[in-house]
């Protein structure tokens, strides 16, 4: 597995791996219509507008040559956040997640680590907390199409 930082020739397939394996992961959670909205032109362009901040960073997780994945990370002082970590469904449950979070560990470890993910994504949840990240007591509401709650998870070092 290789991760590799995404470059500005690298927009077209950021914005496909994002939004399809985006779609993906939500299939069966997020309404059918919110989730037919997302393209891969917008995440493009949301990666094309992110790509000169340098607190943000896009990753391409790589596995036997395919694209398996995306990550975004968000850098604000001293904290990084992972705001996106998606992999296409083929390339789950295979160790890649695991191994893309041990990594990013290393690069950002003179950082404190954050996410949020959704309170009810249990499977999302146990992989976080197998892999260091311990619930803090944040929490916020967010509109996908309906309302969910998203509960926040910090790295324990």
């Not at 959670?29 to 507008?49: G, H, N, S, V, W």
């Not at 968000?74 to 296409?88: A, G, K, P, Q, T």
């Not at 009810?120 to 146990?126: D, F």
Request: hydrophobic share 35%.
């Amino acid at each position: 597995m290789n991760i590799i930082e995404a470059t500005y020739d690298d927009a077209d397939l950021v914005g496909e791996v994002h939004s399809l394996a985006w779609k993906q992961a939500y299939k069966d959670i997020f309404p059918t219509e919110y989730i037919m909205a997302d393209t891969t032109e917008k995440r493009k362009q949301e990666f094309l507008e992110s790509f000169r901040k340098e607190s943000c960073k896009y990753y391409l997780v790589y596995e036997n040559g395919c694209c398996a994945g995306v990550v975004k990370a968000i850098l604000d002082n001293s904290v990084c956040e992972i705001s996106s970590i998606y992999f296409f469904n083929e390339y789950r449950n295979k160790g890649l997640g695991t191994e893309t979070i041990t990594q990013l560990k290393e690069i950002y470890k003179d950082y404190r680590m954050v996410l949020w993910t959704l309170e009810m994504n249990t499977v999302a949840r146990k992989f976080y907390e197998k892999n260091g990240f311990v619930i803090t007591a944040n929490r916020r509401s967010i509109d996908r199409g309906k309302g969910f709650v998203q509960v926040q998870y910090e790295l324990k070092k």
